[in-house]
C-alpha cells in the first residue's frame, strides 16, 4: 500500500531540497537514485495537490454569510 506524504508543505519542500542535493551529488547507486527520484515525484505531486487546494480556497471570499467564487471587478 502506498504511503500518503503527511508532511506539511515546507517539509515536503526541504525534503525535495535534500534529494534534489543527493541526486546531484552523483554518487549514490543508481538503483538508489532511481528510489530517490520516485520519492522526489510523489513529494512534488503532493505538493502540487496541497498548492491547488490552497489556490481554490484563496480564490473564494465570505460573502454574506457563504463562500463564493472571488472575481475582481465586482
Not at 503527511?6 to 543508481?30: C, H, P, R, Y
Not at 530517490?36 to 495537490?49: D, G, L, R
Request: with cysteine.
Amino acid at each position: 500500500m502506498e504511503k500518503k506524504n503527511d508532511m506539511n508543505f515546507e517539509d515536503s519542500l526541504k525534503k525535495l531540497e535534500e534529494i534534489v542535493k543527493d541526486l546531484e551529488n552523483g554518487t549514490i547507486a543508481l538503483d538508489d537514485a532511481i528510489d530517490k527520484f520516485s520519492e522526489a515525484m510523489k513529494i512534488a505531486n503532493s505538493c502540487s495537490e496541497k498548492l491547488k487546494s490552497a489556490e481554490e480556497s484563496i480564490n473564494k471570499i465570505l460573502k454574506d454569510g457563504k463562500l463564493e467564487d472571488f472575481n475582481i471587478g465586482e
